[in-house]
């Protein structure tokens, strides 16, 4: 499982503040990161959670075979 940020994030911190061991804010880019290339199978109804509290939804999910 693969989460990505859509360019349309508002950078509330909401996902941060929730789930910091899914994101952390980038200052430099000012942008939210994913902390994982592939999210850990212990993570995934985490970041399933994060995608459904997202303000704006930009938190996508993609399904890795």
């Not at 909401?14 to 994913?34: G, H």
């Not at 109804?45 to 997202?54: G, H, I, T």
Request: proline share 3%; aromatic share 10%.
């Amino acid at each position: 499982m693969k989460i990505t940020i859509k360019e349309y994030c508002i950078r509330c911190g909401l996902c941060q503040d929730i789930y910091p061991e899914l994101f952390k804010y980038n200052s430099t880019d000012d942008k939210i990161d994913v902390n994982y290339d592939e999210i850990p199978d212990n993570l995934t109804e985490k970041a399933r959670s994060a995608a459904a509290d997202c303000a704006v939804t930009a938190i996508f999910i993609k399904v890795m075979n």
